[in-house]
Structures are given as structure tokens and as C-alpha cells.
């Protein structure tokens, strides 16, 4: 017996007990992600998630280990054990939520011989409430619609100027039905409209004739509901909001606060558009999908005033997280702080 094997938390035995649960599921009921639970590709993202888990008080490793798995929980715990795995491999030591009062920041980094060092909060920017609900909703009308038998591509027609709400359960119970009947009828219409919503055929942009999807049944590209404008400010906003209240623990400890930041993968945020912020950058970065009829609301810009960003003096730096495994960082300094971080703790780690 393989001893190792049979003690991991997200092993064989895992992956097996969630393909059981959730694989007959269709995938709108599972969670958004199951295929980082069950697949081969993701087993080195699960042994890695076992490494960090077995770091961690038994206790707090029980409840990470509980709730990782659900949708709003997955990425902010992602990011706070990859900050945790970052600090560690500069050589440093780090508690886990150790008690400082009545406050508990995420990580208390430790020196060798266990004295604190730096205090760190960990922030991960999250899509708007509800952008997992209409997801899965929209996702619900995709697969009721593969159950028809006629292979073309169809879209959402929405109001630009404004989000196109999600169908609920029965309403895309009847559009799936008004939709099979429509393609299945003799008539080639390109519009179709049913229970308020309107979707089009979509046509090749080279030939003009109708687009042919993949397979035997009807595709339909819904919004992503992540379409928008991708900005650092609310990051920028919650680090602030993290200063505010570690701030003067960090000055009578006297010691350096570090935010650790990183962000949900919906949300398309990464350390460049930090970055943008820091510097000033006339910069206006969106993303969106084929199938978003709505992409942002009117934004307006001045090249010449373009938002910067300048980081609170009780703040050491701001280390970035990156949402791809193996989650690597970026150390990003406040170059006015009042109590610098130690040089050994933001130096690039060596190899």
C-alpha cells in the first residue's frame, strides 16, 4: 500500500469521490472547478495544494481543506498559500493567522530563530456578487440547446448600453424548446426570438453562409459576464482598506506591512495593469468574449490625467501573485514607506 498516496487530501481517493459526486452532473450544477479537481493535467496543481495544506496548524488545514473546493472560496485561498509558498522560499519562516491582539493578519513572517519579521495580508480580487450564478445560468441554456440536432452557431442580442440578464431554469426550459422547433422548421430564419430574448444564426465572415458548428447539435456563445473594463483600482482600493486596518499594529509592533495581491481568473487582472497604476499609464484595457453584447459603459478618459496610484507610507510594498500555477510573484516596493521590508525577504529567490 502506497502510504503517501492514501494520506493525500486531494489524491486519488479525492478525485475519484468527486467524479462519483459530481460527474454525472451536468456541468452547470458542479462547481466552476471541478476540472481542476478531477483532471490529469491539474494533478501537480492538487499534490502542490497537499504540500501547503500539510504546512498549515492542523485545525486551519482542516477548514482550508473543507471549503477550497467551493466556487467564491477557490482562488482566495489559492492565492493565500501561494503567498505563504512565496515568503517561505525566500527563507523565511511564517505563521498562519498568528494572534496579535484582537487582529490576525493572514501571515506573521518569522527569522530563523522565530522572531517576527513582516506582517502580511493577503487581498484577492473577486468578479462582482452573483457573476457565478449568471454563469452557470447561462451555461444551463448551452447545454439544453446542444440536445438539438442542427450544427450551427448562434448569439445573444442584447442592449449595449446595459448587462443582459441570465434565463432562469424554466425560462431556458422554454426557449431550448422554441429554439429545436424554429431550427427544425422548414423556414431559414437567421433571428429567432423567444421569452424576451432574440438570438442570431451566425453566419462565416468569408463565405457568408451559415456557420457550421463542430459536431451534430446548436452552439450558443452566451455573454461571459466578465466583459468590462480590467483596472487595478478596486485592488488598489481594498490594499488601502487592508493599511487602514493593520496600520497601527504594524507601527507598534514596528514592524513592515506587506499586502499580497492577486486576482480571481475571470476578472482578466494581472501585475501590468498594477502596474499602470503605479506609473500612470494612459492605458484603458478591456476584455470580452464573442458572444458579449455588452461590453462596458461609457468610460471617460483623459490621456493627460490618467489615474495613478501611490501607495500609503504605512505600506512596505504590494507582492502580486500570479494566477497561474506555479503561482509566481512579483515583488512591487513602496519606494516611500515608512518601514521598509527586509532586503533578504523581496530579493529575487535564488535558481
Known amino acids: 500500500m502506497d502510504t503517501e498516496q492514501a494520506v493525500r487530501r486531494f489524491g486519488p481517493q479525492f478525485v475519484a469521490e468527486q467524479r462519483s459526486r459530481y460527474g454525472r452532473r451536468p456541468p452547470e450544477s458542479r462547481m466552476l472547478s471541478y476540472?481542476?479537481?478531477?483532471?490529469?493535467?491539474?494533478?501537480?496543481?492538487r499534490a502542490w495544494l497537499d504540500?501547503?495544506?500539510?504546512?498549515?496548524?492542523?485545525?486551519?488545514?482542516?477548514?482550508?481543506?473543507?471549503?477550497?473546493w467551493r466556487d467564491q472560496n477557490f482562488w482566495p485561498y489559492v492565492i493565500?498559500?501561494?503567498?505563504?509558498?512565496?515568503?517561505?522560499q525566500q527563507g523565511f519562516g511564517v505563521e498562519y493567522e498568528r494572534r496579535w491582539g484582537n487582529l490576525t493578519p493572514d501571515w506573521t513572517v518569522v527569522d530563523g530563530g522565530g522572531a517576527p519579521v513582516a506582517l502580511v495580508e493577503v487581498l484577492t480580487h473577486s468578479p462582482p456578487k452573483g457573476t457565478f450564478a449568471k454563469m452557470k445560468a447561462w451555461h444551463a441554456l448551452v447545454e439544453r440547446l446542444k440536445q438539438v440536432p442542427v450544427p450551427v452557431v448562434l448569439t445573444v442580442a442584447g442592449d449595449p448600453s446595459r448587462p443582459l440578464a441570465a434565463p432562469d431554469a424554466r425560462t431556458s426550459k422554454r426557449i431550448a424548446l422554441d429554439l429545436r422547433n424554429a431550427l427544425?422548421?422548414?423556414?431559414?430564419?437567421t433571428v429567432f426570438r423567444s421569452?424576451?430574448?432574440t438570438f442570431l444564426l451566425q453566419?462565416?465572415?468569408?463565405?457568408?453562409?451559415t456557420m457550421q458548428a463542430p459536431g451534430m447539435s446548436t452552439i450558443l456563445i452566451p455573454p461571459s459576464n466578465v466583459a468590462g473594463v480590467v483596472s487595478a483600482r478596486s485592488v488598489t482600493a481594498g490594499?488601502?482598506?487592508?493599511v487602514r486596518k493593520y496600520r497601527a499594529l504594524a507601527q507598534e509592533a514596528g514592524l513592515p506591512l506587506i499586502v499580497a495581491a492577486g486576482a480571481h481568473k475571470f476578472t482578466g487582472l494581472h501585475v501590468e495593469q498594477l502596474d499602470d497604476l503605479l506609473k500612470g499609464s494612459p492605458t484603458l484595457r478591456f476584455q470580452f468574449n464573442y458572444g458579449d453584447p455588452f461590453i462596458n459603459a461609457p468610460v471617460e478618459i483623459d490621456p493627460s490625467n490618467p489615474p495613478r496610484w501611490t501607495m500609503p507610507p504605512e505600506l512596505a510594498g504590494v507582492l502580486w501573485v500570479n494566477n497561474d500555477f506555479p503561482f509566481a510573484t512579483a515583488w512591487r516596493p513602496n519606494a516611500?514607506?515608512?518601514t521598509p521590508a527586509p532586503p533578504a525577504l523581496i530579493a529575487p529567490p535564488v535558481g
Open 195 to 197: 421569452q424576451g430574448y
Open 336 to 338: 516611500n514607506t515608512r
Open 80 to 88: 493565500e498559500l501561494a503567498a505563504g509558498a512565496a515568503l517561505r
Open 35 to 45: 476540472d481542476l479537481a478531477v483532471l490529469d493535467e491539474y494533478e501537480p496543481w
Open 51 to 68: 504540500e501547503q495544506l500539510d504546512l498549515l496548524p492542523g485545525a486551519a488545514a482542516g477548514v482550508f481543506a473543507a471549503n477550497l
Open 239 to 242: 490594499i488601502e482598506e487592508k
Open 184 to 189: 427544425l422548421s422548414p423556414l431559414h430564419l
Open 203 to 209: 453566419a462565416d465572415r468569408n463565405t457568408g453562409q
